[in-house]
Structure formats: structure tokens, C-alpha cells
């Protein structure tokens, strides 16, 4: 049987989209398993900002990664559950939780980079007959970012 999705041509984009995120986030997660590292999904790229800066907020790694605020407090709460992010006070603000890397994240990092390095060797295989996805991906984030799906269903429902 054909793929309903891929049959629904546009009709079916976002939920093609969906599928391709949910396998990418669980296959990922069963590779770490199998190898023994008890770290997430989406992990890594907050060990990679903490590789540029010692210290940030919730906020700061939420719009770095322009990912919600409470995607972000999930991962870091998980992240410092597991022993990799401590708290620590900011000097001027009492109410600013700023994070660092622990003793154990910054022991861990070369392990996990070389594991990290073998999935971007994935990806990029993955992507080889499609030597412009990322560029074109980008070409579509820009769009969301100019106007987003709402915004552009509503004009086009007014439009019809």
C-alpha cells in the first residue's frame, strides 16, 4: 500500500514532517540506549552551547536554539536530574537561575562528541541526494519566521 501521506501531496507535509521528527527523536534515543549513554534526544545541543559559554539561562539556550521556554526546562530539568547541569546563583540577581556543565558533563564530553560526530555522518548520509536540503529548509524556516502558518492560512482563507 502507498503512503497516505506522501499521496496527499502538500495536504500531507506537516504530518510527513512530524513522522520524520518522531523517528529521527526515538531512533536516537535507542541508539543512545544500546550504547549505554543516558543522555536525550536534543542533549547535545545543549552541551554544544555550553562549549561556547560557561554559564546561561533557560532563556539564553531557548533562544539560541529558538525553541520554546518550556521545551527547554524539560530538557534542562532532565539534564540536571541525570547529574550534567547544576544551578548556579547569579551575583547580581538572586532570581536569575544561571546553569553550568558539571564535573560529569565536562568528563563525558569527548565520549559523547565522538558519538555525536557518527550522527552527523548519519545525517549526512542521509541528505546526500539532496545536496541543497539544508539551504532549502532554511528557505523555509525564514518563511515561518516571516509569517507563520496561521497568519498565512488566515489571509489565504480571506483571500478564497
Known amino acids: ?62 533562544e539560541a ?16 536530574e541525570k547529574g550534567y547541569l547544576q544551578n548556579k546563583k547569579d551575583e547580581n540577581d538572586a532570581r536569575k537561575q544561571n546553569l553550568m556543565l558539571t564535573e560529569k558533563a565536562k568528563s563525558k564530553l569527548p565520549e559523547f562528541k565522538k558519538h555525536w560526530e557518527a550522527g552527523i555522518l548519519t545525517m549526512q548520509q542521509l541528505v546526500s541526494d539532496s545536496p541543497n536540503f539544508l539551504e532549502e529548509l532554511s528557505y523555509v524556516e525564514a518563511k515561518f519566521k ?15
Do not use: C, Q
Not at 536554539?65 to 540536571?80: D, E, G, R, T
Open 1 to 62: 500500500m502507498e503512503d497516505f501521506l506522501t499521496l496527499l501531496g502538500h495536504e500531507g507535509l506537516a504530518g510527513r514532517l512530524k513522522r520524520l521528527s518522531d523517528e529521527l527523536l526515538y531512533s536516537t534515543r535507542d541508539y543512545y540506549k544500546s550504547v549505554g549513554l543516558d543522555i536525550g534526544p536534543n542533549w547535545h545541543l545543549v552541551f554544544l552551547l555550553f562549549e561556547k559559554k560557561e554559564e546561561l539561562t533557560i532563556t539564553d539556550i531557548s
Open 65 to 80: 536554539l529558538n525553541m520554546s521556554h518550556p521545551a527547554i526546562v524539560k530538557i534542562v530539568s532532565s539534564m540536571k
Open 146 to 160: 516571516e509569517r507563520n502558518y496561521k497568519e498565512r492560512t488566515f489571509e489565504n482563507f480571506k483571500a478564497g
